[in-house]
Every structure is written in C-alpha cells, then in structure tokens.
C-alpha cells in the first residue's frame, strides 16, 4: 500500500523508494535531453545545465526523504556519474577527476549540505 503526501511517495515503512526512482528517471529524461539538443557544450555551460535541468529533480524536498540507503545514494550517484561522462574531454577520465573538473561534489555531500543549511 502506497501513500502519497504532496507529491512525495512513500510505502509504510517510510522509505520513499518509489519516490526515489521516480526522480532518477526524470533526471535520466533530463540528461537526455542535454546530450540531443547541445551537441558541443563546454565544462561551465553543462554543469550549469547539469544543476538547473538534472540536479533540481534529484534535491527536490530532499530535507524530507534524505538517502540514507546504501542502494538509495548508489543510484542518485549514478545519476552523477553518467552526467560526467557525456562531456567528451572528459569521459576518459576517473569519476573523481571528472567531479573536480566540474567543480561538482559527490551528491550525498551535496544533499547533506543542503539538510544540515536548512534544518
């Protein structure tokens, strides 16, 4: 039995895990949509489409349903490590070097951020 609040999902043992796939796939829908209509974007301009089309998804209301699931924060990451790799120049490279040239941190570190701000 599935309960809705808002438009956050949740199952009785509140663990939102329909919610999170729900997001992780329109992320995904996202960053397609990035790589069919911006065929040559540099580094600054993805990671500004990154966080304006794909990263507003996955932190919508994440105060209230935070990943605290080892496979929850296993897919929101994966999320971020397909991103990278749509960048030519730098899909060669090991997912951490690809965060720095992006100046973007692992998303776990982001969503904690965001909690701890505006608890």
């Not at 995904?28 to 966080?51: A, S």
Request: charged content about 25%.
């Amino acid at each position: 039995m599935n309960f809705i609040l808002r438009t956050q999902w949740f199952d009785e043992k509140l663990t939102f895990k329909e919610h999170i796939n729900d997001k992780i796939n329109v992320a995904y829908m996202m960053l397609g949509l990035i790589k069919r209509n911006f065929e040559y974007v540099t580094i600054p301009t993805f990671v500004m489409l990154y966080k304006s089309m794909v990263k507003s998804h996955l932190d919508y209301c994440c105060s209230v349903w935070t990943p605290y699931r080892k496979g929850d924060i296993e897919a929101l990451e994966k999320v971020l490590k397909r991103a990278t790799k749509m960048l030519p120049a730098l899909k060669s490279l090991p997912y951490k070097d690809r965060l720095k040239a992006c100046n973007i941190s692992h998303y776990i570190t982001g969503v904690m951020a965001y909690s701890w701000r505006h608890d």
